[in-house]
């Protein structure tokens, strides 16, 4: 049986013969796993040459940024903290606060225009707005949203949580 076709089959027509079934789940996705997807998506980035994530407890991020240029800037460290979670299905916006940078901001200015460029990512000061929705969109992926009841993103000691709560509906 191809579980695949099935499983597409099912997908594309609203999963009719789930109807009422439930779940939820935490996925660890540890701090090897989520650099490796970071330094994939940011592959031939002119902005940012490396980005290294650290998973720390308290729903808390360090970061360490290389921008392309200036070449002679030193790497960039700081924090970041997720200060707001999705609120689906209304607002799917994932709200984090940089923290530490003191006097690169204006370095870590030059990343932004790279943050702003990717769907779904936009940089305000201190701030920074990951849109689940448009997110997913650039991946064809939005529909994953119709099923999610809750979702929320944390982390533990060098893994990034996600929790979530689904369900098919009638």
Same mark, same amino acid.
């Given at each position: 049986?191809? $579980?695949?076709? #099935?499983?597409?089959?099912?997908?594309?027509?609203?999963?009719?013969? =789930?109807?009422? *079934?439930?779940? %939820?789940?935490? +996925?660890? +996705? !540890?701090?090897? /796993? #989520?650099?490796?997807? =970071?330094?994939?998506?940011?592959?031939? !980035?002119?902005?940012?040459?490396?980005?290294?994530?650290?998973?720390? &407890?308290?729903?808390?991020?360090?970061? @360490?940024?290389?921008?392309?240029?200036?070449?002679? /800037?030193?790497?960039?460290?700081?924090?970041?903290?997720?200060?707001? %979670?999705? *609120? #689906?299905?209304?607002?799917?916006? =994932?709200?984090?606060? =940089?923290?530490?940078?003191?006097?690169?901001?204006?370095?870590?200015?030059?990343? &932004?225009? $790279? /943050?702003?460029?990717?769907?779904?990512? @936009?940089?305000?000061? %201190?701030?920074?707005?990951?849109? /689940?929705? &448009?997110?997913?969109a650039r991946h064809g992926l939005t529909r994953v949203l119709d099923y999610v009841k809750d979702v929320a993103v944390g982390t533990e000691e060098g893994k990034l949580v996600v929790v979530f709560a689904a369900a098919v509906r009638?």
């Open positions: 049986m191809d $579980f695949l076709k #099935l499983f597409a089959d099912q997908e594309r027509d609203g999963f009719p013969d =789930l109807v009422g *079934s439930e779940g %939820q789940a935490a +996925v660890r +996705v !540890s701090e090897r /796993l #989520l650099n490796t997807i =970071l330094s994939e998506q940011l592959s031939g !980035s002119n902005s940012i040459r490396e980005v290294q994530l650290s998973p720390r &407890a308290g729903s808390r991020l360090g970061v @360490r940024l290389v921008l392309v240029k200036p070449s002679f /800037l030193p790497p960039i460290s700081f924090d970041v903290t997720i200060e707001k %979670q999705p *609120s #689906l299905p209304d607002d799917p916006v =994932l709200g984090l606060t =940089l923290s530490g940078l003191g006097g690169l901001l204006r370095f870590a200015g030059l990343a &932004a225009g $790279f /943050l702003n460029s990717v769907p779904g990512v @936009r940089m305000e000061g %201190q701030r920074v707005f990951i849109d /689940l929705r &448009a997110a997913l009638g």
